[in-house]
């Protein structure tokens, strides 16, 4: 009789200490649950940037080249390729993005790729090279106008926007806009 007056008190402390963590776990995920709310539809579909059916903001730049690259200017399918030096991802997916370039329609004038980042290593000339020949390249920081404009939050991300600006599909892997090219 003794030992069961210490233990129902041990097993009551221990239960009151898991409702508290139970309701700190609550607590938390309403927090989560604002959270993501706030962020909106594109974050809870998984995306990196803006989501189908979605208007890109206005913006002007100017490509490695020289050319103008603006909002304005682009008419029929433009494919869009974001990517950031030192992303290993990036590094893998340009030779498909570079190679869906070269048979989208349009050509060269309706892909436009970013390149995101401080070249700081020189990591910036093999982007250069493969993607020059079959895309209008831009350079910009993370802050820059074109990221802002696609609300790019994370690379590499990838878009297919029509005439009017409004995004068709977008995503972190080419293939995610193989079949609205395909059907556009």
Do not use: W
């Not at 009551?12 to 938390?28: S, Y």
């Not at 390729?81 to 990036?90: A, D, I, K, N, R």
């Amino acid at each position: 009789m003794n030992i069961l007056v210490p233990f129902t008190v041990l097993i009551a402390v221990v239960a009151l200490v898991n409702l508290v963590f139970t309701l700190g776990v609550v607590r938390r995920l309403r927090e989560h649950t604002t959270i993501l709310d706030q962020l909106g539809d594109d974050a809870r579909a998984g995306r990196n940037m803006l989501g189908p059916g979605r208007s890109v903001g206005a913006y002007a730049a100017t490509a490695v080249d020289g050319t103008p690259v603006s909002s304005a200017e682009h008419d029929g399918l433009l494919l869009v390729g974001f990517f950031s030096l030192g992303c290993q991802p990036c590094t893998a997916k340009r030779p498909v993005f570079a190679g869906r370039a070269r048979e989208h329609p349009g050509g060269r004038d309706r892909v436009l790729a970013v390149v995101v980042g401080d070249d700081g290593d020189g990591e910036v000339m093999p982007y250069l090279d493969e993607l020059t020949p079959v895309a209008r390249v831009v350079r910009q920081l993370p802050t820059g106008e074109l990221p802002t404009a696609f609300r790019v939050d994370a690379y590499p991300a990838f878009a297919l926007v029509d005439s009017a600006g409004v995004v068709l599909a977008s995503g972190s892997a080419i293939p995610d806009l193989s079949t609205v090219g395909a059907s556009a």
